[in-house]
């Protein structure tokens, strides 16, 4: 193991906090991870308003301050949240408190949670939604300014912790102008001067990018807006391409995605070109699952435990989610579940496209997202022509996640792109065999079925395609049928270790790699980037 340091996590979002989706689980259960191998971890986080702290976590305000933005000052104020003492010092007893850091108070280790508020007449965190406004189903409008200031913010604040930072680990573009601001307005900063920035993509679907004129309010003249320069994307600005120009060292969340991403525009989005260039900088590292929260042994949602030597506890918790779906009571087909955001990325027009030979397929569909206002019509019209074939609940329903998970036999994951996907690693946890197209990180962890050699965890298509899909489906269904067969397919699937033990090794190690390109290379800054552009 590295020597302990001190690691900021800056994030959108971090369970069970903060949830939109697999960016909350990754940090929350990376964070505390790292704090139980003797890291000192701060994660940095919006102080929204719908923020849900654990019991027993303690939260105590700290010195606020006003910032220089745009023309005028903005002025932010935080709060220092806290597992409870006891938590860290005995482990983890889950009550949704993110995985608590046992043995880290030994280890020297702990975890705290800067929140950032903002405290200017527009409250930028103090508002129903998280990114999107739900009375209007949308971003809101001023997406970009809240989370440059939250960036910019954060930084300020810890700044006055006083801590010195060895490692600064923004995520996705709410976070990715921290690596800047570190490296010119606050470079004289005493607790910056040596930290290494790491800058992880979690989805390069949503860069960030807005006009011009955002370079105002984050402090910076139009001097530094020059063509192919880390502020200019196709004459705008780009939150992504600015954090990708300025850490030290990148990384996204699986080894496949990592080479997608470099491969041209289908997955690089415009920044294959920025993503090539850096290539050596660039890893993949695939994302672990939180396995306290996500445990079909006592998952504390679920109506009957199971694990893999004695699976039959699923049956009885199928029994509940029939009942739940108002399904009929013979257990004769196999049930679908999916729990997701309804958005394109997830493949879900291939569902639109496939609609009649699904309902062909001997199976029953539970679905739970909520998302394109397109896809949620797709199956509450389902739902309602075919209330026993399809189930369909909208909104974000947590413990019907579990129950999905828990009580499905079959789990479908057909994503058009997908950076790393946490449910096929949930649902091999879960003896859920997963049927996913191999793509990004759903290729890196799950193995397609070999009758013949009675290998593979679940069942894998290549091509975006409604026929290979259902394809996928078939063959599913066909082992299904063969109650032995399945047995082992559920227990290959169950045996696998997705645990963040893995991950967190090679996090360590990008984290000293990062250092060690720093000692080298020296700092990036404004010049360096021109002289490369
Ligand atoms: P992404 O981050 O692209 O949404 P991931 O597979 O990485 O995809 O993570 C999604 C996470 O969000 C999973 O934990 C999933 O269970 C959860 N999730 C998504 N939609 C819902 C929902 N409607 N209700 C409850 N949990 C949801
Ligand atoms: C993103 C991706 C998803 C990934 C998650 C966490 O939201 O869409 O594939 O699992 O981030 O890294």
Redesign the pocket.
């Known amino acids: 193991m590295s020597a302990a340091r001190t690691i900021v996590h800056l994030a959108s979002e971090m369970t069970p906090l903060a949830?939109v989706?697999?960016?909350g689980?990754v940090v929350g259960a990376l964070a505390p991870e790292q704090a139980r191998r003797g890291h000192d971890v701060i994660v940095a986080l919006p102080a929204y308003r719908t923020l849900a702290l654990p019991a027993g976590w303690t939260r105590v305000a700290a010195d606020g301050c006003d910032l220089a933005w745009g023309l005028g000052r903005e002025a932010a104020a935080f709060e220092i949240a806290m597992p409870p003492a006891e938590q860290v010092a005995t482990g983890p007893a889950h009550d949704g408190a993110p995985a608590a850091p046992a043995g880290a108070a030994e280890r020297g280790g702990r975890l705290r949670v800067m929140l950032v508020d903002h405290r200017g007449e527009r409250r930028f965190f103090d508002r129903p939604g998280i990114y999107d406004d739900p009375l209007r189903g949308q971003s809101y409008a001023d997406a970009a300014e809240r989370f440059l200031f939250f960036a910019r913010a954060a930084l300020e604040g810890l700044s006055k912790l006083g801590a010195r930072v060895d490692i600064l680990h923004a995520h996705d573009h709410q976070a990715a102008w921290a690596p800047c601001f570190m490296r010119t307005q606050l470079a004289e900063r005493r607790v910056f001067r040596d930290t290494a920035t790491v800058f992880t993509i979690?989805?390069l679907g949503y860069q960030g990018i807005h006009d011009p004129w955002v370079l105002g309010l984050a402090g910076f003249g139009r001097e530094v807006f020059y063509p192919a320069g880390p502020f200019e994307f196709y004459g705008r600005v780009n939150d992504m391409k600015v954090g990708l120009s300025f850490a030290d060292l990148l990384s996204t969340v699986s080894p496949r995605y990592a080479r997608e991403i470099q491969s041209g525009g289908e997955f690089g989005f415009g920044l294959e070109g920025v993503l090539q260039r850096r290539s050596a900088d660039l890893r993949g590292i695939l994302n672990g699952i939180d396995d306290v929260t996500w445990d079909p042994e006592r998952d504390r949602f679920l109506p009957e435990h199971y694990d893999r030597e004695r699976p039959e506890g699923k049956e009885r918790v199928q029994a509940v989610l029939r009942k739940e779906c108002g399904f009929p009571a013979t257990p004769d087909w196999p049930f679908i579940g999916t729990?997701?955001?309804l958005v394109d990325?997830k493949g879900f027009d291939l569902f639109e496209q496939a609609e009649a030979d699904l309902l062909r397929i001997d199976a029953r569909f539970v679905v739970?997202?909520?998302g394109q206002p397109r896809y949620q019509e797709l199956f509450t019209r389902l739902m309602i022509q075919h209330p026993h074939r399809v189930y369909y609940r909208a909104?974000?329903?947590?413990r019907?996640?579990h129950m999905i998970e828990g009580g499905c036999d079959l789990y479908l994951m057909p994503s058009r792109y997908e950076p790393?996907?946490?449910?096929q690693m949930?649902s091999l946890r879960y003896g859920t065999v997963p049927v996913v197209r191999a793509t990004g990180g759903l290729a890196d962890s799950v193995e397609d079925f070999d009758p013949e050699h009675r290998s593979g965890t679940g069942f894998t298509f290549q091509r975006y395609e409604p026929a290979e899909m259902i394809g996928a489906l078939r063959r599913a269904l066909t082992a299904w049928r063969q109650p032995p067969v399945w047995r082992e397919l559920m227990h290959r699937g169950m045996s696998r270790d997705f645990s963040w033990r893995v991950s967190a090794d090679a996090y360590d190690r990008l984290y000293d790699d990062a250092r060690a390109k720093l000692a080298r290379e020296g700092q990036m800054t404004l010049e360096s980037l021109r002289a490369q552009a």
């Open positions: 949830k989706g697999g960016l689980d979690h989805n729990v997701s955001r990325q739970l997202g909520a909104g974000f329903d947590e019907f996640a790393c996907g946490l449910n949930y």
